[in-house]
């Protein structure tokens, strides 16, 4: 069974706006929760990442939100730019599985100009 | 320090064949692992090797294989091809395996006719 679930499976923002993309997870041994940003023809590449031990971690206009108790996980992507445009995957992984990613579905975003 | 480096990039294949991609991890990394990426089940975790040995498996049939190298590089085999098979192959590495960034390389697209 789908270990991530991921929403929405597309999001259209105005450049300046926010961009919210949520995540679930249902093993409570997962410990590490990394988002992953691709764009077309490249592989993956890590955005930010977080531990249970925190609720929220920032880095730069991107910031996790984390709710260990609904076990869900949030990305925000604040004052969205043209150049954000790339499908977006949330992950976990721990216990276990360790050194194996759980992906979710993935969030196409367009940000327009 | 150069990325993950996949060959071939591309690779068409029939059914029954069988085929072999090559990923070469960043210097200093010993953990690589597999992923397969369709649009219809996004990102599955084939397998992840460290120091030679399979660490961790998904769950795909015994038509795919892997091996890691000394030198840490791996290759990953899929025998008696089906059309299904058809996906981006994509290799990531790490330095120790485990909760930790992972680098993935651009991919081998692979289409089985």
């Known amino acids: 069974q789908q270990q991530v679930k991921q929403s929405p499976q597309s999001l259209i923002v105005q450049k300046g706006g926010i961009s919210i993309i949520n995540c679930a997870y249902e093993n409570t041994a997962f410990d590490y929760f990394p988002w992953y940003q691709q764009f077309p023809g490249k592989g993956p590449a890590l955005l930010i990442a977080?531990?249970?031990?925190?609720s929220e971690k920032k880095e730069g206009r991107f910031t996790i939100s984390f709710n260990k108790s609904a076990k869900q996980f949030s990305l925000h992507i604040m004052d969205s730019q043209p150049g954000d445009s790339a499908t977006y995957f949330c992950?976990?992984?721990?216990?276990?599985?360790?050194?194996?990613?759980?992906f979710g579905r993935g969030t196409q975003l367009t940000v327009w100009p | 320090k150069a990325g993950v480096t996949q060959t071939p990039r591309y690779l068409i294949k029939t059914r029954g064949q069988q085929v072999t991609l090559s990923c070469s991890p960043i210097s200093g990394h010993r953990s690589v692992s597999w992923y397969q990426q369709t649009p219809g089940q996004g990102l599955q975790f084939l397998f992840e090797?460290?120091?030679?040995?399979?660490?961790n498996k998904g769950n795909f049939p015994g038509r795919f294989s892997g091996r890691q190298f000394s030198n840490s590089r791996s290759e990953m085999n899929v025998s008696t091809l089906e059309l299904g098979d058809s996906a981006l192959y994509l290799c990531?590495?790490?330095?120790?395996?485990?909760?930790?960034?992972?680098?993935f390389g651009s991919g081998t697209q692979l289409s089985v006719l």
């Open positions: 090797y460290f120091s030679e040995t399979q660490r």
């Open positions: 977080i531990r249970p031990d925190v």
């Open positions: 992950a976990a992984s721990g216990g276990s599985t360790l050194g194996r990613l759980y």
């Open positions: 990531a590495s790490s330095q120790q395996g485990g909760n930790e960034k992972l680098f």
